[in-house]
Nanobody
Framework: QVRLVESGGGLVQSGGSLRLSCLAS????????MGWYRQAPGKQRELVAT???????NYADSVKGRFTISRDNAKNTVYLQMDSLKPEDTAVYSC???????????????WGQGTQVTVSS
């Protein structure tokens, strides 16, 4: 009854930009933190950036100064603006939300299906 759907991934040259979006939909009662994670082939999933309901942000050191996370609470959407992309940013990017549905009102982690970002050198 709750879905997170990412969009905006694709292929871009080194130095280019992409903007990811993630829409949370369904029987949502409230959302706390939202964030983006990524997993490259053969590597563990890692945090990219998170944003609280109040707008406080946190970034991985590897993306600071290049990526910007934002959210639109009215639209239950989180964004990731990625600039100055590097080949090492290539990964599947997944959206995460700490939210509660109006089914049981318990906060849980929800994940999107992921979107591929490929940066060519």
């Amino acid at each position: 009854q709750v879905r997170l759907v990412e969009s905006g991934g694709g292929l871009v040259q080194s130095g280019g930009s992409l903007r990811l979006s993630c829409l949370a939909s369904g029987r949502i009662y409230g959302i706390r933190a939202m964030g983006w994670y990524r997993q490259a082939p053969g590597k563990q999933r890692e945090l990219v950036a998170t944003i609280s309901s109040g707008g406080s942000t946190n970034y991985a050191d590897s993306v600071k100064g290049r990526f910007t996370i934002s959210r639109d609470n009215a639209k239950n959407t989180v964004y990731l603006q990625m600039d100055s992309l590097k080949p090492e940013d290539t990964a599947v990017y997944s959206c995460n939300a700490d939210l509660r549905s109006n089914i049981d009102y318990v906060f849980r982690d929800y994940w999107g299906q992921g979107t591929q970002v490929t940066v060519s050198s």
